[in-house]
């Protein structure tokens, strides 16, 4: 047996459906057309959480009102999540291929004649990005004493760098 309640919302979701459903659809864009019928559900959903508060006298104005704010929670969403993968994308720059080729191999010698902790270090600096307090909390060490070890691993490699370049 169906309450009073649920027969007003089936009424209003089956008038409503199909109009909200091309609203979406027609102003879907940048997000995919599959994700339509996810906007409609969430649509409803939220119509019978507040089914009290849809008026007697518009009740599809008021679902396509929902519609609106919800595809522009969406689109707001994935615009977010754009603009979070814009910052972690790595720009590549384009040096030649013959400039890669002899920085590498000098790079390569001179990290080779460091220690192990030595290449740890620096290349966390360099190839990762770490700052010396990011490096000292993962080695668990004073901030002072990752920037200390990273100046006197870094002065090491420039002294190994040089001598392999004028080699």
């Not at 002899?102 to 790079?107: M, N, S, T």
Request: hydrophobic share 45%.
């Amino acid at each position: 047996m169906t309450s009073a309640r649920e027969r007003r919302f089936r009424t209003i979701a089956q008038e409503a459906t199909p109009i909200v459903g091309a609203y979406l659809q027609r102003r879907i864009y940048p997000l995919p057309i599959s994700d339509v019928d996810d906007l409609v559900e969430e649509t409803l959903i939220i119509a019978w959480r507040r089914l009290d508060d849809i008026p007697d006298e518009a009740p599809i104005a008021w679902m396509v009102g929902v519609a609106r704010n919800v595809l522009r929670n969406a689109q707001r969403k994935a615009r977010r999540g754009e603009r979070a993968l814009q910052r972690t994308r790595v720009e590549v720059t384009s040096a030649s291929a013959e400039d890669r080729v002899v920085a590498d191999e000098a790079v390569r010698n001179a990290l080779a004649h460091l220690s192990e902790d030595d290449r740890e270090i620096i290349t966390l600096n360099a190839w990762d990005g770490l700052s010396s307090a990011e490096i000292a909390t993962m080695y668990g060490i004073s901030p002072n004493a990752a920037a200390v070890r990273l100046s006197r691993a870094m002065e090491r490699f420039r002294t190994h760098l040089a001598l392999v370049v004028e080699v």
